[in-house]
């Protein structure tokens, strides 16, 4: 009987990679619909160029809300609501996995730790495997798909020519991605509880 091929450590660097370029797709969706959308040009390619994710997203929000074709912004609205969801998923990941190794199964994981100091010390901690990335860029996909989907009738209705790649017709919204749930250690609480113990 052959022996089970090796797993790699690759797979998750794999992984990782193409789940990021996934996400600067949505990125610059982001972009594009803050520009094209308010009829921005040039200028808002300056104004978009530098800006975070957290801020696209508030100015295609505030942007939609005041000033949004009535037809596209609920469409707007909740691409910008996935996209959020997506976003945590993807700064999770991409900031918290530290080392790459394996199970006792043999499977490559990103040991993921984060430590956060928002009103208390905490910590997480957790096995990311490629499954799980994978989750985060089939997210990505479908936030992609929408958005382009928003683009498209964005540009027909400005008379744009839509390369065939981009006629794409809007359908029901995607269903919102689970909010993300980290695992929380108190870090205070639990050298308490352990001092305690040791005594």
């Known amino acids: 009987m052959a022996a089970e091929p090796k797993r790699s450590e690759a797979e998750i660097y794999t992984a990782l990679g193409e789940m990021l370029v996934k996400w600067n797709h949505v990125e610059s969706l982001m972009r594009f619909l803050v520009v094209w959308l308010y009829g921005l040009g040039d200028k808002g390619d300056i104004l978009t160029a530098h800006m975070g994710n957290t801020t696209l997203a508030d100015a295609l929000t505030t942007l939609t809300t005041e000033f949004g074709d009535e037809t596209l912004k609920p469409h707007i609205l909740h691409f910008v609501a996935y996209v959020d969801r997506v976003r945590a998923y993807r700064n999770y990941y991409a ?80 269903q919102l991605p689970a909010q993300l749930t980290k695992p929380r250690l108190n870090l205070r609480e639990y050298r308490r509880q352990h001092s305690a113990s040791q005594e």
């Open 95 to 174: 900031h918290g996995i530290t080392i790459v190794g394996f199970i006792d199964t043999g499977e490559p994981v990103g040991a993921l730790q984060q430590m956060q100091a928002r009103g208390q010390l905490t910590l997480s901690q957790e096995q990311i495997t490629v499954a799980k990335i994978q989750a985060v860029t089939e997210m990505c996909q479908v936030a992609s798909r929408y958005g382009s989907a928003i683009s498209a009738h964005i540009m027909r209705d400005q008379d744009f020519p839509i390369p065939q790649t981009l006629r794409l017709s809007l359908q029901d919204k995607p």
